[in-house]
């Protein structure tokens, strides 16, 4: 199958309610058959993705996250997550972003995608290409189909400008992220829903425009040479 179901969420709901090894051993077979339906959802989701963008996930298992949390430095000593979730990676490194899926009852669901952590040389890059000419990043966060799928760019912000570039610059508003991050949310009715797949897939095709444009500034320098 690759539809969500409501055993899926119900096993979450109840995980919540009971987030200990000992319930959870006991339903570890109850897990095992409810993780197997996620990783069809998520292998339908990567055939459908591999249509009109290239991944490097090898297949749906893969893209999955690990239900076991790390509790080291949390207080939160809850050993489970209580959602499904997965990422794809964009294959070579002339494709950049991330693309992101959170499964979670309650409506917490969510499709997601960006730049969560980019490194110090590409966040850089990215300040410049901004600094330099904003309106293609502009002209792509507001347009319709950006605005209507995710509403606004979100992500971590400094308070004031980047060390080296012009707290009067005009588009100092862009140069303060250091995330690239924006995301749809859905209800558990629209999750449930037998098309879910299907929205997925065209919610993260919507992302292109965005990690096309961010493509072309990391894989070039300032002077629009290739760097690959």
């Known amino acids: 199958m690759s539809q969500i179901t409501k055993s899926n969420l119900d096993f979450l709901i109840e995980l919540s309610q009971n987030n200990d090894r000992e319930w959870f051993q006991e339903n570890k077979p109850r897990f095992i058959k409810e993780q197997e339906n996620i990783i069809s959802f998520a292998d339908k989701l990567l055939e459908l993705m591999n249509v009109h963008d290239s991944i490097e996930t ?13 509790i080291r430095f949390s207080k939160d000593k809850s050993p489970y997550k209580t959602n499904w979730a997965g990422g794809f990676k964009r294959a070579t490194k002339l494709r950049r972003g991330g693309y992101y899926f959170n499964i979670q009852p309650g409506d917490n669901s969510f499709i997601g995608g960006g730049f969560w952590s980019p490194n110090k040389e590409d966040l850089l890059r990215i300040r410049e290409d901004i600094a330099n000419d904003a309106s293609e990043m502009r002209e792509i966060i507001n347009s319709k189909d950006f605005v209507t799928t995710f509403g606004n760019l979100e992500g971590d912000q400094l308070k004031t400008s980047p060390k080296g570039f012009d707290k009067e610059h005009p588009d100092v508003d862009l140069l303060r992220y250091k995330q690239f991050i924006f995301g749809k949310k859905f209800s558990d009715e629209e999750v449930l829903s037998k098309n879910f797949v299907l929205v997925a897939n065209e919610t993260f095709k919507s992302m292109r425009p965005f990690f096309d444009y961010m493509s072309d500034v990391l894989t070039t320098d300032s002077n629009g040479s290739p760097l690959f």
């Open 58 to 70: 090898l297949n749906g298992k893969k893209s999955l996250y690990r239900i076991y949390r790390d």
